[in-house]
């Protein structure tokens, strides 16, 4: 058996997204002048350059005059903003949503994918999930004491193919094989495709075959480009309800992420332990800020249209940028905001590069390898930045990828 | 083995505090009239009796407006608050915290006990607490697969004497019999009463005599009556640094729960594995919370003292009122704001009184066996109230205990 010591050092952080501010490593190698530009950091969204929703700070400072009952809620939250919450998420995934059962606000997304994580994960068990997707979920597999089952995603394959690029037979032989709990994010993160209604229906019908649980991140649900058709699982209604539940927070799209919310929706029996698990581990999500979720789904008229297509247009021209550097190969974004370029061969490491980055190009950018082992040639950059810095920005990583070329 | 729906059946919370919005159960054999009075919730403290520290709220829109760098901090929290924290804390300890590698700024101070219990316990691993202690502690330890080694305080026989109530020779039996982390509330939750110089000095040396880690709870050390001494265990300097941990917030004496911030300091290499914990857990304590930081331990000219005062002054006509009831056994709170009156003989189970209470008489307080299975006859109060309702509410439990009495 692991001790803690090994248990923690499977679950890194060093080059996880967020920690950037740090000093960066040193890197042998390095040649040429840097590049001269504005610091841009691709690791997580520019909350200045795309604002939180008009009116969440007067929401805010609502809750914190309104007093005891906003500081002190229900561990899954307060009862009139689940009841809000529910109304909306029924409408948004096309399924019923009880407010009292089915519900729990956690501080962040991360929250609630922890607390889904921790009510079905017990040591020894068999979790799959796909590579690549969000690298947080790999690290609470391993935290759970999990045995982690890695699904391929084949993104470059279907791209074009209006699917995601999941192997369904893959699916099957996993779940045929004791699999008990399944988690993949759609759109993913970080391939930024969409999984098509058939590759959702299929996960729902294999799920519903064996027994399986499933976590569903929808975190990015609401930011889908091009009029895209986009598929929730719990809406198909294949699956029994028991047996799924549903991710989804405003720290991405909507910019609320120095608010901490997030929810988690679905399975009665699972939000009965997750609120469980949420009394231990931080009681709720900070009472005030629970305070601006009328905001979320109530968005001022035409507001959420303008982000999506504000996106959609740094979308395109970085992936026409990255398309115009040779041996640069990328899937185009269907729904988030991030690209997951792979990179020709490189005379520097990974790692190596991705430090030459920042130190010689003032560009922080995240390593494939957060995602899946194997992605020793890629890199995430999430894209919710100020459009013409982050241009610059890519520019400058098409500058070094030739500087560095094999 | 466990399944995850019995190890959850372990961590009720039906009557964990902060639950008590919802719906009471219904009791059998009640009598009499109900007694009319304002609703009283002992189960956590009234942030509109005693509010946030002044300037808070304006601190938080401060943080909101800078944006980006305070929404999106590293996962301790952000490098300037740790900064001023750990001078902040050096000073109230007595003992030098790195603001690098010895703090964590965490989801309130539960966030802090939930990550400290995750990076020091293995499932089997031998755990040792105080009877009773903080609820929580209990359901962490089972979450995380540990086994509970309890360690009897005897509060009402130290009573008087200076001294808790540490059965040293139990603490000592404990260690040498393979426990591998301690963890104790002081001044005690639920009790009040407080560590002497001696005990602390005993925790402190059996911990480094048997290789033992220790989680001090102080938080509410900063709350402490009568001019008595406060000892903290790292002050003493006895401990190998790296075996312990301090952990303390605002949410308490300075009311700023509704924010969900905390603190842990002392070891790195818990520090180092807390963060890494934090960051699949809930990525860090909302960034504009944050912001508040600066005016914990700055608060305005003769604020603390002015607040201490008012709840001493609770505390005095709390305990008269119990002690003036026919077998009411309640220790003078020491420290913090809690009391935990022992009750006479009832015709009611316990969980069965305290339904009644709230259904008849409109107070809410806490089971006594959320703080230990044996304390079947004793509830727990928050006195952080409004003084006239609290003592009114007061009356009422007295009221209730003479109806109920066997």
């Given at each position: 058996?692991?001790?803690?010591?090994?248990?923690?050092?499977?679950?890194?952080?060093?080059?996880?997204?967020?920690?950037?501010?740090?000093?960066?490593?040193?890197?042998?190698?390095?040649?040429?002048?840097?590049?001269?530009?504005?610091?841009?950091?691709?690791?997580h969204g520019d909350v200045d350059a795309h604002p939180p929703i008009p009116g969440s700070l007067a929401l805010f400072d609502q809750g914190f005059e309104e007093g005891a009952p906003q500081a002190y809620t229900e561990y899954r939250g307060r009862?009139?903003?689940?009841?809000?919450?529910?109304?909306?998420?029924?409408?948004?995934?096309?399924?019923?949503?009880?407010?009292?059962?089915?519900?729990?606000?956690?501080?962040?997304?991360?929250?609630?994918?922890?607390?889904?994580?921790?009510?079905?994960?017990?040591?020894?068990?068999?979790?799959?999930?796909?590579?690549?997707?969000?690298?947080?979920?790999?690290?609470?597999?391993?935290?759970?004491?999990?045995?982690?089952?890695?699904?391929?995603?084949?993104?470059?394959?279907?791209?074009?193919?209006?699917?995601?690029?999941?192997?369904?037979?893959?699916?099957?032989?996993?779940?045929?094989?004791?699999?008990?709990?399944?988690?993949?994010?759609?759109?993913?993160?970080p391939a930024g495709c969409l999984y098509s209604r058939e590759e959702v229906t299929a996960i729902g019908e294999l799920a519903e075959e064996y027994g399986v649980k499933v976590i569903a991140d929808e975190l990015y649900a609401r930011q889908i480009?091009?009029?895209?058709?986009?598929?929730?699982?719990?809406?198909?209604?294949?699956?029994?309800?028991?047996?799924?539940?549903?991710?989804?927070?405003?720290?991405?799209?909507?910019?609320?992420?120095?608010?901490?919310?997030?929810?988690?929706?679905?399975?009665?029996?699972?939000?009965?332990?997750?609120?469980?698990?949420?009394?231990?581990?931080?009681?709720?999500?900070?009472?005030?800020?629970?305070?601006?979720?009328?905001?979320?789904?109530?968005?001022?008229?035409?507001?959420?249209?303008?982000?999506?297509?504000?996106?959609?247009?740094?979308?395109?021209?970085?992936?026409?940028?990255?398309?115009?550097?040779?041996?640069?190969?990328?899937?185009?974004?269907?729904?988030?905001?991030?690209?997951?370029?792979?990179?020709?061969?490189?005379?520097?490491?990974?790692?190596?590069?991705?430090?030459?980055?920042?130190?010689?190009?003032?560009?922080?950018?995240?390593?494939?390898?957060?995602?899946?082992?194997?992605?020793?040639?890629?890199?995430?950059?999430?894209?919710?930045?100020?459009?013409?810095?982050?241009?610059?920005?890519?520019?400058?990583?098409?500058?070094?990828?030739?500087?560095?070329?094999?």
């Open positions: 058996m692991l001790t803690i010591e090994e248990k923690f050092k499977l679950m890194a952080t060093d080059s996880a997204p967020g920690q950037e501010v740090r000093a960066p490593g040193t890197v042998e190698g390095l040649s040429g002048d840097p590049i001269e530009g504005v610091r841009v950091d691709f690791s009862a009139k903003l689940r009841a809000y919450l529910s109304g909306k998420l029924a409408e948004f995934s096309g399924a019923p949503v009880d407010a009292d059962s089915e519900l729990i606000v956690t501080p962040g997304t991360q929250g609630a994918l922890f607390l889904a994580m921790g009510v079905n994960i017990m040591p020894g068990d068999k979790v799959a999930l796909i590579e690549p997707d969000y690298f947080a979920n790999r690290k609470l597999i391993t935290f759970f004491g999990g045995e982690l089952v890695p699904i391929r995603l084949d993104y470059f394959g279907a791209e074009g193919a209006g699917r995601a690029g999941l192997v369904v037979s893959e699916l099957e032989r996993a779940f045929a094989d004791g699999v008990k709990l399944f988690i993949f994010s759609n759109p993913n993160n480009f091009d009029g895209r058709e986009y598929t929730h699982l719990r809406g198909l209604g294949i699956m029994d309800p028991e047996n799924l539940v549903t991710i989804i927070g405003p720290s991405k799209t909507e910019s609320m992420s120095g608010f901490r919310l997030g929810v988690a929706y679905g399975s009665p029996s699972m939000i009965v332990r997750m609120e469980k698990l949420q009394a231990i581990v931080s009681l709720r999500a900070a009472g005030y800020c629970q305070a601006v979720i009328p905001l979320w789904f109530s968005e001022p008229e035409g507001w959420m249209d303008e982000r999506i297509a504000a996106h959609a247009a740094i979308r395109d021209d970085i992936v026409a940028e990255f398309r115009s550097c040779p041996g640069v190969r990328v899937r185009a974004t269907e729904g988030g905001s991030y690209v997951f370029p792979q990179l020709p061969a490189l005379r520097l490491g990974l790692k190596d590069f991705v430090t030459a980055l920042r130190v010689q190009a003032n560009v922080i950018v995240t390593l494939g390898t957060e995602f899946g082992p194997q992605f020793t040639d890629s890199i995430r950059l999430n894209f919710s930045q100020d459009h013409g810095k982050a241009m610059d920005a890519v520019r400058r990583i098409c500058q070094m990828i030739d500087r560095y070329r094999a």
